[in-house]
Each structure stands twice: as C-alpha cells, then as structure tokens.
C-alpha cells in the first residue's frame, strides 16, 4: 500500500496538504484564515500536550477527568478555528472567549489532578507555558481591535 503526505497547489494557488494513496489525491484540508492566526499551531501543540498528559492519569479517570481536560483542550483549538470564520467581530470575540474559559476549565481540572497526586511524575512545565502563551494570545485577541 503506498500512501504518504505531500503538499500539492490547489486549482486555487493554495499550497495545501494532501494525502496520496495509490494514484488518487485526497485533500484534507481547507485553507481558511484560521491558518493564518498566530495561535493556530500553539492551540494545536497544546492540545496534543494535553492529550499526552492524560495518558499519565489512572485508568479510572477515563470517562471523568481524562474526557474533560481532552474536550476542553479540543474546545479551545475548535472555537478558535470556528471564531475566525464568524463575519461579525461580537462572534469572533465571543467564540475566542468561549476557547480562553476552556484553558480556565483544564487550568482548574490540573489543580484537582496535582491534589490528588496524579501528575507527580509527569513534569508540567511544558504544558503550563503552553497555557500560558495561549491564554495570553486568546486575551490579546479579545481585546484587539481587528480580530481577523
């Protein structure tokens, strides 16, 4: 089976991923502004981080703490991709506010985890800069002017 990733121009002039299996070319992606938003690939690369840190929490936490830090993490890079295609500027805010309370909700759940000694062997500095960065970069967003 010969199937790889490659990057192919679209009938657009859009440089855009693809996903070559045997002779047909199936695209995978769209090329919307949202790709275009500085905090795109930071929300993306925490939201892997989390999923990462909740491979560490106990089993029994699957459908509880485990289900919400990963919806949360995935609501927070969601809204902002579904935020920056919104026309009106109150939607777009209202959506990225919708993607900062999501990091509040994770930040809040990592408190009850650390408590309960979950994430004593899983080092938190990564993820805690991530959070960081893109509360700080949502925040800058919400109090922008021109948001898109």
Known sequence: ??????????????????????????FMFLSLNHQKLNIYPVSRT??????????????????GMISQIRRAALS???????GSSRKSEVERKRYYEISRGSIIEIDAALDI???LEYLANYNTN?????MVNCFKMLSGLIDSKATH
């Open 46 to 63: 925490f939201v892997l981080e989390c999923y990462r840190l909740t491979k560490v929490l106990p089993p029994d936490e699957k459908f």
């Open 126 to 130: 990564k993820l805690g800069e991530m």
């Open 1 to 26: 089976m010969n199937c790889e990733w490659a990057y192919s121009e679209s009938k657009f002039g859009e440089l855009v991923l693809v996903y070559n299996f045997r002779t047909k070319n199936y």
């Open 76 to 82: 927070v890079h969601l809204n902002i991709a579904e």
């Open 113 to 115: 985890a650390s408590d």
